[in-house]
């Protein structure tokens, strides 16, 4: 079955950066759009950024030109690199699959979840 693996989250401060991975496994990941969303205490799970199957990126407006999304299909891996960290980034991150190649900023067009990490950071 498909599976995700988040990693690296934890506490910095802010203007810090940190790198979360996402290893996939269990489907073709190079065929899908992958996406990162994340979700504050008392608050709805909210859309980062997502990337089509062909490198194609998208972003929120709240992270644009702060976070990076990336991916290694040789490692069946995707990245977000976060820098310029602001406290009211303080989240659980998730990545997720696509349904297709392209992607969305909707959470219903994303069908496989990791378990979320933790990021943490403080002012």
């Known amino acids: 079955q498909v599976q995700l693996v988040e990693s690296g989250g934890g506490l910095v401060q802010a203007g810090g950066s940190l790198r979360l991975s996402c290893a996939a496994s269990?489907?073709?990941?190079?065929?899908?759009?992958m996406g990162w969303f994340r979700q504050a205490p008392g608050k709805e799970r909210e859309f980062v950024a997502a990337?089509?199957?062909?490198?194609?990126?998208n972003y929120a407006s709240s992270v644009k030109g702060r976070f990076t999304i990336s991916r290694d299909n040789a490692k069946n891996t995707m990245y977000l690199q976060m820098n310029s960290l602001k406290p009211e980034d303080t989240a659980v991150y998730y990545c997720?699959?696509?349904?297709?190649?392209?992607?969305?900023?909707?959470?219903?067009?994303?069908?496989?979840w990791g378990q979320g990490t933790q990021v943490t950071v403080s002012s």
């Open positions: 997720a699959t696509g349904r297709a190649a392209w992607i969305t900023t909707a959470k219903g067009d994303y069908d496989y």
């Open positions: 990337i089509t199957s062909g490198g194609n990126t």
């Open positions: 269990g489907r073709t990941f190079s065929n899908y759009g």
